[in-house]
T-cell receptor
Framework: DAKTTQPTSMDCAEGRAANLPCNHSTISGNEYVYWYRQIHSQGPQYIIHGLKNNETNEMASLIITEDRKSSTLILPHATLRDTAVYYCIVRVGITGGGNKLTFGTGTQLKVEL | KAGVTQTPRYLIKTRGQQVTLSCSPISGHRSVSWYQQTPGQGLQFLFEYFSETQRNKGNFPGRFSGRQFSNSRSEMNVSTLELGDSALYLC??????????????FGEGSRLTVL
């Protein structure tokens, strides 16, 4: 699975958009980009995933560059409850290939008043 | 719909002992994965089970083992505990291995302290 690079930490004001970047310059054509987050002392929570098109769900938007070498997770209106470590993961999406996720160090997002 | 349930939530053991952790996946989910989380190494994949068969294994010593039952519930066992085994052990379930959605549902974890 491709290696990802994320900033160690970021701050965001409550109510503003939080934009979390991720570099995955060695991503292969069949690898998906996934985002999970982990709120302190809880298990990771799935947020969103995509292959090459931008994706949006009730939690966030995922913007993937045209060359797929980087992506940005957008939380449109961050709240204090969004304070968490955000993990960007890339992995092959092959049926039957297993559910092994390789977590990096992630970005600690702190949302403040 | 109940989430992934892990028991026990907290436990303390001493070096040399063994421990068994349990995971009940979301109803209907047949794939169960285990992860270890420590401050130094972060989240690391241990192994994955589907239909009672181990499908994938991480880079951990043989002291770490697991199994899955016909009802998809899973257990992991760590024998001859070492201080470095102190960690949060997380279980995750999904409908099937590597569906293209890749969405895993994690439990709250079992926090093991080895003294």
């Amino acid at each position: 699975d491709a290696k990802t690079t994320q900033p160690t930490s970021m701050d965001c004001a409550e109510g503003r958009a939080a934009n979390l970047p991720c570099n995955h310059s060695t991503i292969s054509g069949n690898e998906y980009v996934y985002w999970y987050r982990q709120i302190h002392s809880q298990g990771p929570q799935y947020i969103i995933h995509g292959l090459k098109n931008n994706e949006t769900n009730e939690m966030a938007s995922l913007i993937i560059t045209e060359d797929r070498k980087s992506s940005t997770l957008i939380l449109p209106h961050a709240t204090l409850r969004d304070t968490a470590v955000y993990y960007c993961i890339v992995r092959v999406g092959i049926t039957g290939g297993g559910n092994k996720l390789t977590f990096g160090t992630g970005t600690q997002l702190k949302v403040e008043l | 719909k109940a989430g992934v349930t892990q028991t026990p939530r907290y436990l303390i053991k001493t070096r040399g002992q063994q421990v068994t952790l349990s995971c009940s996946p979301i109803s209907g989910h047949r794939s169960v994965s285990w992860y270890q989380q420590t401050p130094g190494q972060g989240l690391q994949f241990l192994f994955e089970y589907f239909s009672e068969t181990q499908r994938n294994k991480g880079n951990f010593p043989g002291r770490f083992s697991g199994r899955q039952f016909s009802n998809s519930r899973s257990e992991m066992n760590v024998s001859t505990l070492e201080l470095g085994d102190s960690a949060l052990y997380l279980c995750a379930s999904s409908l099937a291995p590597a569906t293209n959605t890749g969405e895993l549902f994690f439990g709250e974890g079992s926090r093991l302290t080895v003294l």
